[in-house]
Every structure is written in C-alpha cells, then in structure tokens.
DNA sequence: CGGGTCGTTGAGGAAGCTCAAGAATCGTGG
DNA sequence: CCACGATTCTTGAGCTTCCTCAACGACCCG
C-alpha cells in the first residue's frame, strides 16, 4: 500500500550554494526585484547577509523584535502561529525567492508569526530601514512588492473561505493539490509534492487533527488517488483530487 | 431583555457629503496618500470619479472584470465571496479611508470578491493604470500602500488562527469585539457597533450558521456580556468577552 | 394590518475531536 | 548488519460540538 523508503530525497543545502552569484540570482529571481537591471540588485545584494539553518532550527520565534526582512534563497520555510491549546496553526510553507519577516515596515515592532527551517535552507536577511530605503530608490520594486503581498492576501482570503465554508475533506484535497502545484516533481510514485511533509503539517495545515487527516488519506489512497508514506505525498489522480477540491459530489 | 428599536442610526449619505472638499479629505486619510502634500493629492483626485450606491446594491461582483481600484468616502463595504453550497463568507467590512479591487495590479483580470454596500455609500473609484501611474510619481505612496495591505495580510492571518483553532464562541467573542473597536460609537446601551449587522453577518464573518449565532449570543446576552436586537450588537462587558477571546477557560 | 425579513428556540443527527493502543519507519549505536 | 528507541502513522470507539431542519415569534414597512 505504502512506498517504505521516502522518495523525497531530504539533501541538505551545502554551503557553498549560497554564494555570492546564487544570492544575486535569488534576488533578481524575487518578485522585488525582478523588474530591476542586474547593476541595481547587484547594489541591493550588498544589503542582504546571509544566515543557514539546519532543518528544523527556529528562524525567529513570534513574539520577538522583528525588525528585519528576510528572503528564502534555498530550502523551504515555515510559518507558523503558536496557540495556547497546543494545537499549531500553519499559515505558509515558503520555497526559495518567497520573503517573509515585518512584511510591516510600520510599527510593528515584533514578529507576528514563527519562522521554522522545514529543511535545511539558506536565508538571506537585511533590516528594514535597509529594505526602505531600497524601495524608496525603485518604485518600481516597491510596486512589485505591492503586488505581491496583494497576492498573499488573496491566498489568505482562500484559505478563510476554505475553513469557513468547507469540511476537511475538501480542503486538505485542495491543500494536497496546492502544494503538487508549487513543490511538485514528476516522480515514479506520481507528482511528488518535493519537501519533507507530515501528517500533522497537512492538519495545522487544514485546521484538523493528525488523526483526521491519516483516516482521510488512507482512503484517498484507497481510492487511488495519491500516494504516501511517512512525511511524504504524491498525487496519483490529479482530476480525481480535484473533483474532490471543488464542489463536485460525486453523483450516483 | 432587548431594546426594540434600533439604536443604530441608518442615516443615508446625502449627495452633498461626496463633494471635492470630502474626496480631498478621504483621500489624504487613506494610508496610501497620507504621506503626500496637499498639492499632490489634489492632483491626484482627478483620477478618481465617484460613484454613490444604496444599501445593499452591489459595487462589483465576483469574477467580473477588475481593472479598478476603489476607494470608501463614507459608509461601510462588504467584501464577501459566494460559495457553491449558498453559504458566503464574509471577509472584510471597510469603512472610510479603506479601499478594495483589484489590490494586484498585475494579470489579475477579474474580482476575486464580491463588494456590497453594506450602508448607503459613496465609493471613489480610479483605473488601475492610474493608480500605478500614480504610485510610480510617488513611492511614498506605494511604500505606504505596501504597509496597508501587509497589515491586511496579517489581520487575515489572524482570522486563520482563529478558524484553525478555535471553537466557535470563541470566534464570536473575538469578532464582536473587533468590530466595536474598528466602528464602535459609545452609546446608551454601550459601545455600540455602529452599523447595521445581522446575525447572518456574524455567522459569516465566523464560518458559522445563523443559528448558532443567534443561541450563543442570547447567552451572551443572559451572561450581561452584550445588547442586541434586530441588526446591532453593542457590548455590555468588555472584560467579560476578552475572557472568552482569549483561552481563559473560566476556573472553578 | 398584513407580508416580508430577521431572530429565537428545539430536537435530532452527523462531522470531526479526543483518548487510546498498536504498527510502520527512521536513525543510531553496538 | 541488526537491534533498539524515537518518531510518525494508522485505526478504533465514544463523545462533543455544531449543523440541519423545522416551527414560531418579533420587528419593519408599505
């Protein structure tokens, strides 16, 4: 029923892939500044230092000062809020060219969210009177920036409506489906969502228990509709899963 | 138990409240133009025409085109998206000052949501080339423009939280609570919500039914925590709701 | 005063949670 | 290479929360 050995190959991010020529085409790669010449984010690198972290290591923790931006140059990012039921609410898994840190350049003085290395990855950082100022030089990647919170906010809005008005069936296919679509690879066991993913990630994910989750993925696999093992899921019937994201109930 | 008439006063926008002096006072409100000169917004008013709409018309629908960018002067928006199942879900409800459309300026063709006059109001509306136009002259403006909506970006985090997490009281607590402090006005019966709001309203705004909006906030009521009657809310006892926004669980 | 909208309350049922135990997988040290 | 502990996943049973369906009462406006 179950592949016994992850496909998701868990490589860690060697150092030396964060040099100088990986970060200026991270950058240039990042909605910021992607409309900018190759001179002016060569300018802007110099503002940005770069931090690694080993997967699983806390990259800021909600709460703290937050006057900083930071860039995902390789791996993948979690953020998280922490609640005092225990029970962890995951609002987004960011891969490499995504931003996260006082998106606020206001007031906001501390983070809103908890940052956490979901693999190994490479973080570039730069504070935000840095970033500021870069903004206030390129309108034009102040604008980019713009658009891309914006885009953030409609994901958001997405997600409300699916935990307002959807069961939990319908949204971890939808959240399966999302995630093959931004991390997917083509792999032997299907599209493999490319990044190590737990049970309990999909349910913080979903706004549901790992129990809940594990019963409602067996049966998609039943049904044969993805594939999974520990910390690792593939889609095998991507229409399938779809029908199920959308309000098709299936008739007869 | 409940007062029978509405404490909430449904005055209609008069025409004469849309004048150029009020558009100039709206606009340099706005967080996007308040940075600029008086001047440079009145410059930029000439981009912007008005449009008044009754209570409850509809300023634009979901997936129609959305190339504009529209701006509250008075009264009070909702922002909603339809679902196939005939529940909606209430995002957002925005007073003067805040703006809505087509937030991405970019490919973005058509309204991920659904506007409603949700009070009689006078909407300020400009095309999205002359917004980026504007933006560009001004990146003040954009930088402003990018805090705004980071901001809204975590507001809907924060709804997240709570639809992931928290039960439903909880919710209702938190979002009454919320709206007393966005649109409260202190009135005989307390902090009044200042604006016609419905059961139904709440029931969407918390991913809940009608119903159980209505039974939870009798026992409010019982409990001396609000007044309510036909389409407003006005809170009694704030501590009391805190408590029940944020998990103390009541000991004993 | 009568029709329409909105709110309240009840009873029954279903979706999903909690608690609990056991199985599969992984990493590590011998 | 194997054994062990730790983590992750699975499955079951009972129960709670909340939804659905339904009827009725209150308020509003013509």
Same mark, same amino acid.
């Given at each position: 029923?179950? %592949? &016994?050995?992850? #496909?998701?190959?868990?490589?860690?991010?060697? *150092?030396?892939?964060?040099?100088?020529?990986? /970060?200026?085409?991270? /950058?240039?790669?990042? #909605?910021?500044?992607?409309?900018?010449?190759?001179?002016? !984010?060569? +300018?802007? +690198? +110099?503002?940005? &230092?770069?931090?690694?972290?080993?997967?699983?290591? *806390?990259?800021?923790?909600?709460?703290?000062?937050? %006057?900083?931006?930071?860039?995902?140059?390789?791996?993948?990012?979690?953020?998280?809020?922490?609640?005092?039921?225990?029970?962890?609410?995951?609002?987004?898994? $960011?891969? *490499?060219?995504?931003?996260?840190?006082?998106?606020? $350049?206001?007031? =906001?003085?501390?983070?809103?969210?908890?940052?956490?290395?979901?693999?190994?990855?490479?973080?570039?950082?730069?504070?935000?009177?840095?970033?500021?100022?870069?903004? =206030?030089?390129?309108?034009?990647? +102040?604008?980019?920036?713009?658009?891309?919170?914006?885009?953030?906010?409609?994901?958001?809005?997405?997600?409300?409506?699916?935990?307002?008005?959807?069961?939990?069936? %319908?949204?971890?296919?939808?959240?399966?489906?999302?995630?093959?679509?931004? $991390?997917?690879?083509?792999?032997?066991?299907? /599209?493999?969502? @490319?990044? #190590?993913?737990?049970?309990?990630?999909?349910?913080?994910?979903?706004?549901?228990?790992?129990?809940? !989750?594990?019963?409602?993925?067996?049966?998609?696999?039943? @049904?044969?509709?993805?594939?999974?093992?520990? &910390?690792?899921?593939?889609?095998?019937?991507?229409?399938?899963?779809?029908?199920?994201?959308?309000?098709?109930?299936?008739?007869?």
């Amino acid at each position: 029923m179950e %592949r &016994r050995q992850s #496909p998701v190959d868990l490589q860690s991010i060697t *150092p030396q892939e964060c040099t100088f020529d990986v /970060l200026l085409s991270v /950058l240039h790669g990042t #909605p910021f500044f992607a409309p900018l010449s190759h001179e002016e !984010v060569q +300018a802007i +690198a +110099a503002s940005f &230092r770069q931090v690694d972290f080993a997967a699983g290591e *806390p990259i800021h923790h909600y709460g703290t000062d937050a %006057r900083r931006l930071e860039v995902v140059a390789a791996g993948t990012v979690k953020l998280t809020r922490p609640t005092i039921t225990g029970r962890d609410v995951l609002l987004e898994i $960011l891969g *490499p060219g995504s931003f996260f840190g006082s998106v606020d $350049l206001l007031g =906001q003085a501390t983070h809103a969210e908890t940052a956490t290395a979901n693999t190994d990855c490479c973080i570039l950082i730069a504070s935000t009177d840095e970033f500021r100022r870069i903004l =206030q030089a390129h309108p034009a990647a +102040a604008i980019a920036s713009l658009e891309y919170v914006a885009g953030r906010l409609q994901a958001a809005h997405d997600t409300i409506e699916q935990l307002s008005a959807y069961p939990v069936e %319908r949204r971890l296919a939808s959240t399966i489906l999302k995630l093959a679509d931004t $991390l997917g690879r083509e792999a032997d066991e299907g /599209l493999l969502v @490319d990044m #190590p993913l737990s049970r309990q990630d999909l349910a913080d994910m979903t706004g549901t228990t790992v129990e809940t !989750v594990s019963r409602l993925m067996s049966t998609f696999r039943k @049904d044969g509709l993805i594939q999974s093992g520990r &910390r690792w899921v593939a889609v095998v019937d991507r229409d399938g899963l779809e029908r199920l994201a959308s309000d098709e109930i299936s008739p007869i």
